[in-house]
């Protein structure tokens, strides 16, 4: 089936710098895109969303961009706090009401 | 209210056990969703429940029988249950605008250990 995401990788930053978190999608028809962040212990929060007529969206110190032609999404934290260090995940609208998240990306911010 | 609620937070049960895991919404949303996780993966997703009907079952097996008795409150009924069903069980709720765009707000879980 149709897969989202690439393996699980660790970024690791310094408080301070920004952060880049990637994610690819093989659903040329998603239409709909959003991040989630999800600490330890808890459930997935929402962080940012993008609409497929979208190149690029900001929010308070993040930045979601995506590159329908690689079919590519990535996440922009500016700015990384300790705050920041969780599991991110991408997730694609497949169809309506269906999410179908990827693999995720651990981000360690050491101070 | 802004959050999606869930209990029990924790819960051991052995495999000839008949247990339930309880969510809650009070933000008027009409599509309710349980969703699986295993450890360091992501979230994969079990039923659907659109103003109160199932709209998706994710070929899950009958050993989970979701619920939902009216559209602030979804169930997942528990019975013969696995080792490997061992998980994080997360509810979330969303609009269900048809044609919107639908953000899912998600529980903190209910973490299940089956022995």
């Known amino acids: 089936g149709e897969s989202v995401g690439l393996h699980l990788p660790t970024l690791s930053v310094q408080e301070g710098d920004n952060s880049i978190i990637n994610c690819a999608y093989s659903?040329?028809?998603?239409?709909?895109f959003i991040w989630y962040k999800q600490e330890s212990g808890k459930g997935p929060q929402f962080i940012i969303d993008?609409?497929?007529?979208?190149d690029k969206r900001q929010g308070q110190r993040v930045t979601v961009l995506l590159n329908k032609t690689v079919k590519h999404l990535s996440l922009q934290i500016a700015a990384t706090q300790p705050g920041d260090s969780a599991v991110y995940f991408c997730?694609?609208?497949?169809?309506?009401?269906?999410?179908?998240f990827g693999t995720g990306t651990r981000l360690l911010v050491s101070p | 209210d802004t959050e999606v609620t869930q209990t029990p937070k924790h819960l051991v049960m052995g495999m000839t056990n008949k247990k339930s895991l309880k969510c809650e919404q009070h933000?008027?949303?009409?599509?309710m969703y349980w969703y699986k996780q295993k450890a360091k993966k992501p979230p994969e997703l079990m039923f659907v429940?659109?103003?109160?009907?199932?709209?998706i079952n994710e070929s899950v097996p009958s050993r989970f029988s979701p619920e939902c008795p009216n559209s602030s409150l979804l169930n997942l009924h528990l019975h013969a249950l696995q080792p490997e069903d061992s998980a994080l069980y997360l509810c979330?709720?969303?609009?269900?605008?048809?044609?919107?765009?639908?953000?899912?707000?998600f529980g903190p879980g209910t973490r299940l250990t089956v022995l």
């Open positions: 933000m008027g949303h009409r599509a």
């Open positions: 659903n040329s028809a998603s239409d709909y």
């Open positions: 429940y659109s103003y109160e009907k199932l709209s």
């Open positions: 979330a709720s969303s609009q269900d605008l048809a044609g919107g765009i639908n953000e899912q707000f």
């Open positions: 997730a694609e609208n497949q169809s309506f009401q269906k999410l179908v």
């Open positions: 993008i609409r497929s007529n979208m």
